[in-house]
T-cell receptor, first 114, second 110 residues
């Protein structure tokens, strides 16, 4: 079946602009995760959605970052007033049920802030 | 705060060799440990998942072990091939969904 998809694959934006990154999880997966991979920091957790529960936002680096998940499926990560340090690859993953289960990753969105 | 360390950071071996990648974590209260492979410019591919109650998992030429009490896992690759060249990432799931190590960059030379 189809895996996790993300769009766009690449995004170049000017400092100060807002960006939206999209994730389509595997159909039927109730848990969805966002991670960020940057050269200096490695891979870091951002936010986690599980069903209708309140999301775990503990990894979001600042209040410029937000995410929503509509209808328990598609998720959008929004970065407001982008900064150069936001440049990274943003990865989305989904899993069946909860964090005990194997996570499947999308190909990522490479964000470059100029 | 959970910290995951992978040793070595980079490894180069001739084709056909067996090799071991190491992963250690500081907090043994984990749900599971997952090994991933990442090719340059690509996303992550899950290789093996070991639940906290398990000791090892095998898939083809790959075998991963978990010693939760000592905070260690190893990924064993048998009869390495040039196509195994990639970065291998270890990640543990606990209070934070996944905490990653910085990876081991593997090169298998033909």
């Amino acid at each position: 079946g189809a895996g996790v998809s993300q769009s766009p694959s690449n995004k170049v934006t000017e400092k100060g602009k807002d960006v939206e990154l999209r994730c389509d999880p595997i159909s039927g997966h109730t848990a969805l995760y966002w991670y960020r991979q940057s050269l200096g920091q490695g891979l870091e957790f951002l936010i986690y959605f599980q069903g209708n529960s309140a999301p775990d936002k503990s990894g979001l680096p600042s209040d410029r970052f937000s995410a929503e998940r509509t209808g328990g499926s598609v998720s959008t990560l929004t970065i407001q007033r982008t900064q150069q340090e936001d440049s990274a690859v943003y990865l989305c993953a989904s899993s069946n049920r909860d964090r005990d289960n194997e996570q499947y990753f999308g190909p990522g969105t490479r964000l470059t802030v100029t | 705060k959970q910290e995951v360390t992978q040793i070595p950071a980079a490894l180069s071996v001739p084709e056909g060799e067996n090799l071991v990648l190491n992963c250690s974590f500081t907090d043994s209260a984990i749900y599971n440990l997952q090994w991933f492979r990442q090719d340059p410019g690509k996303g992550l591919t899950s290789l093996l998942l070991i639940q906290s109650s398990q000791r090892e998992q095998t898939s083809g030429r790959l075998n991963a072990s978990l010693d939760k009490s000592s905070g260690r896992s190893t990924l064993y690759i048998a009869a390495s091939q040039p196509g195994d060249s990639a970065t291998y990432l270890c990640a543990v799931s606990g209070n934070t969904p996944l905490v990653f190590g910085k990876g081991t960059r593997l090169s298998v030379i033909a």
